[in-house]
């Protein structure tokens, strides 16, 4: 497996590998990765000839004061499990390398950002769609994989490489959970244990939420049972929505499909979760 950092050395290989026929699959991650990153890798060698798993912190899309300094860099951990994983290359740039100082250019999607976490955090998709965007131009990918814990994300991307032209294919892949139901994500290595048992509230409301629904209970209500369910195990709130499922518009009746988004923060962490509801 090669490890390659320079924009120019990515693109160097790609184009051979490219020129060679094979088809390439990226999965951009920020590195400390865990079970749900690798089925990420496991689904993009499944539809790709050659893997690339990304690793970079983005400081674009960290706010001031959020936890950019903090968050878990694990490279040599990360590097034996792509090996162990199959990844052809993980390729590894630096903050420099990435971005160019003075640089004024940046991609924005101006509609599925708006809400949830684009309202909580509002340069965030803005760094997300910008970097991504210049790992496509580094991997050169035919196919992309995002996983759906990030729901409101893989909309936004889905729709940028749309919009864009880029003649990748966007695969998303499940969310993964802890064996207690816990959505897997980097930043669990904030919680102590009892934070991720309280942080199970998340999950356990979700599925009670599919089942509410299931039996017919309208969603304004189990949207307040969501809530009090979070609230009561210690949780802070930053929304609890039901979407549809593509176009992400908060919706109070289900008619298509019905996705719940919710993030919530529990002790140090933000945490996501989201289920489909019918
Ligand atoms: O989901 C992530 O880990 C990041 O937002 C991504 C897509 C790698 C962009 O930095």
């Known amino acids: 497996m090669k490890v390659i950092e320079t924009i120019s050395d990515m693109q160097t290989q790609s184009l051979e590998w490219r020129r060679q026929g094979f088809r390439i699959g990226v999965v951009p991650t920020m590195g400390a990765l865990h079970d749900g990153h690798l089925s990420l890798l496991e689904l993009a060698n499944a539809k790709a000839d050659k893997t690339i798993l990304t690793i970079f912190v983005n400081p674009t899309q960290f706010a001031p004061g959020?936890?950019?300094?903090k968050y878990p860099r694990t490279f040599e951990q990360d590097k034996t499990l792509c090996e162990e994983y199959g990844a052809d290359a993980v390729f590894f740039p630096s903050v420099e390398e990435m971005y160019i100082p003075n640089a004024s250019t940046w991609?924005?999607?101006?509609?599925?950002?708006q809400g949830y976490c684009g309202a909580d955090r509002p340069t965030h998709f803005r760094g997300v769609t910008t970097?991504?965007?210049?790992?496509?131009?580094?991997?050169?990918?035919d196919v992309a994989v995002f996983g759906e814990k990030d729901?409101?994300?893989?909309?936004?991307l889905k729709k940028m490489t749309a919009d864009l032209n880029f003649p990748i294919e966007v695969v998303p892949g499940k969310i993964w959970r802890e064996e207690s139901g816990l959505a897997m994500s980097s930043r669990n290595r904030y919680l102590s244990e009892?934070?991720?048992?309280?942080?199970?509230?998340?999950?356990?409301?979700?599925?009670?939420?599919a089942d509410e629904v299931t039996e017919g209970t309208d969603l304004i209500k189990v949207r307040q049972q969501i809530?009090?369910?979070i609230?009561?195990?210690?949780?802070?709130?930053?929304?609890?929505?039901?979407?549809d499922s593509e176009t992400l518009e908060a919706v109070d009746t289900a008619n298509g499909g019905i996705r719940c988004l919710i993030a919530a923060h529990f002790g140090p962490a933000r945490l996501l979760d989201n289920m489909q509801l019918n």
Do not use: C, W
Request: aromatic fraction near 8%.
């Open 66 to 69: 959020e936890d950019l300094d």
């Open 107 to 113: 991609v924005n999607e101006e509609v599925l950002s």
């Open 131 to 141: 970097i991504v965007t210049k790992l496509y131009n580094a991997v050169l990918p």
């Open 151 to 156: 729901y409101q994300q893989l909309q936004v």
């Open 194 to 209: 009892s934070e991720k048992e309280a942080a199970l509230a998340i999950y356990k409301s979700l599925h009670m939420a």
């Open 227 to 229: 809530f009090a369910r």
């Open 231 to 243: 609230v009561d195990a210690g949780g802070k709130i930053d929304y609890v929505e039901t979407v």
